[in-house]
């Protein structure tokens, strides 16, 4: 889980995941790793401009990570302006 996203077990129902993308305000997919791993914490690390997954890991997993975590066009400098862009927000 980040900021941008949230990956879960795959056999999380779609209601679970409704509901956690409700409460977590980010939105929240089912997947695997490490080529159809469900262990999520032990195959891939996550924040919010870059992921770290095992040698395993199919392009078809990293193409839904890089979505879910919106990693594509994400860079440190464009993080650090969202961050304060939403800091000013919250302090407007």
């Known amino acids: 889980m980040s900021n941008q996203g949230a990956l879960v077990h795959p056999k999380t129902s779609i209601e679970d995941q409704d509901e956690l993308a409700a409460l977590l305000q980010v939105p929240v997919v089912a997947g695997t790793v490490n080529r ?19 040698l395993d890991t199919t392009a078809t997993e990293l193409q839904v ?4 975590f919106k ?8 993080v650090a302006s969202d961050m304060r862009n939403a800091l000013l927000d919250q302090l407007a």
Not at 39 to 53: E, H, S
Not at 65 to 68: A, L, Q, T, V
């Open 36 to 54: 159809g791993s469900d262990v999520l914490g032990a195959g891939m690390v996550v924040n919010d401009w870059c992921a770290f997954c095992g």
């Open 65 to 68: 990570i890089e979505s879910i």
């Open 71 to 78: 990693l594509q066009d994400a860079q440190p400098a464009n």
